[in-house]
């Protein structure tokens, strides 16, 4: 399945070298230990709005949007330097396959992408699953349009029969990174069913309803109201760490999910092909150091990822989807960001 995620977001804007102010620059963002070159690659279009992105494990680093004043703020967990990312265990913004380690520590190659329509980055690489000797090539492309809309598309092929759950896990607040937590964000997933967790925090292969548990939020919900402890769910993972099915339609891009933090009125807007959106509310979160000098504690972030749902009973990497050679994965997601 092929994802695109779509932000809309807003930072200062930059000159250009095509007619509708989209521009892409990049500089070095620090070498890994193997001592090869990262880079750190902005993209702007021409109402201000930037997006920053390294090619090591293809993290979005940062992300600016506009309150209801219009000031902005980056919005993205994270760190502000490579060595960060190199040397802390949170898994900030990086691509990702089932059990994190497989696209680990990549650094992508890269295509540079600027039309009149969009500018942007095409990551591209090959990694090897030694366990299973299987080899898997992975394309993702950022987009930024003039829309507001940042793309993000995933495809991976193989060369042998195996599984996917490949996904890019951005840690939002919406408050601004740093400023306190997510519990005050008001909440609304479009899924009427929900994957609950086994003790070992495993999402179970049977759906349940949401009706009449904390997993409803059918309707605007703040977070807060909903994270008890004394909710068996909610105590398993000290928060969110679920998967929902959402709700289907006609729309090609059907809406997952929708936030809105009430003090600044942004808010953050998902759609996505996927049959499922992950969210998860920052539980592991302790006092991590993060950009500026801000602290990361727990509930101090979320992400609303896209994931496989509804795939047949039995199937033991759930929610990874079965993935044969002459086979493409891919999938849409679409995150928007404006102001009330």
Same mark, same amino acid.
């Given at each position: 399945? &092929?994802?695109?995620?779509?932000?809309?977001?807003?930072?200062?804007? /930059? =000159? !250009?070298?095509?007619? $509708?102010?989209?521009?892409l620059t990049k500089e070095p963002f620090g070498e890994t230990p193997q001592a090869t070159p990262v880079e750190l690659y902005t993209l702007t279009n021409d109402n201000g709005i930037e997006v920053q992105i390294t090619n090591y494990e293809g993290i979005v680093v940062s992300v600016m949007a506009p309150d209801q004043d219009g000031n902005f703020e980056d919005i993205v967990l994270g760190y502000d330097t490579l060595n960060g990312y190199l040397q802390r265990d949170p898994?900030?913004?990086?691509?990702?396959?089932?059990?994190?380690?497989?696209?680990?520590?990549?650094?992508w190659d890269v295509e540079e992408v600027v039309t009149d329509e969009h500018v942007g980055l095409e990551l591209s690489t090959e990694?090897?699953?030694?366990?299973?000797?299987?080899?898997?090539?992975?394309?993702?492309?950022?987009? &930024?349009?003039?829309?507001?809309?940042?793309?993000?598309?995933?495809? /991976? =092929? !193989?060369?042998?029969? $195996?599984?996917?759950?490949?996904?890019?896990?951005?840690?939002?607040?919406?408050?601004?990174?740093?400023?306190g937590d997510i519990l005050g964000h008001e909440m609304l997933i479009n899924a009427e069913s929900y994957y609950p967790l086994d003790e070992t925090l495993r999402p179970l292969t049977e759906m349940r309803n949401v009706v009449g548990t904390p997993m409803n939020y059918t309707q605007p919900t703040t977070l807060r109201s909903r994270m008890t402890e004394r909710e068996e769910q909610i105590r398993l993972a000290s928060g969110y760490q679920h998967i929902w099915q959402i709700e289907e339609t006609d729309e090609s891009l059907p809406l997952a999910a929708r936030v809105l933090e009430p003090s600044t009125k942004r808010v953050l807007e998902v759609r996505t092909t996927a049959s499922g959106i992950w969210f998860e509310t920052g539980n592991f979160l302790d006092g991590i150091p993060g950009k500026s000098g801000k602290v990361y504690e727990k509930h101090s972030g979320f992400t609303l990822t896209a994931r496989n749902a509804g795939l047949p009973s039995g199937n033991v990497d759930f929610p990874a989807a079965p993935l044969l050679p002459e086979e493409a994965y891919t999938y849409t997601t679409v995150y928007k960001f404006f102001a009330l």
């Open positions: 399945m &092929l994802l695109v995620a779509v932000l809309c977001l807003g930072i200062v804007g /930059v =000159t !250009t070298e095509v007619a $509708t102010a989209l521009e898994y900030f913004g990086g691509i990702h396959d089932r059990g994190a380690e497989c696209f680990r520590y990549v650094v990694v090897e699953r030694k366990d299973e000797e299987c080899r898997l090539f992975a394309t993702v492309t950022y987009l &930024l349009n003039n829309d507001n809309e940042l793309e993000i598309e995933y495809a /991976v =092929t !193989t060369n042998k029969e $195996t599984t996917i759950d490949f996904a890019n896990d951005i840690y939002f607040n919406l408050s601004g990174q740093g400023e």
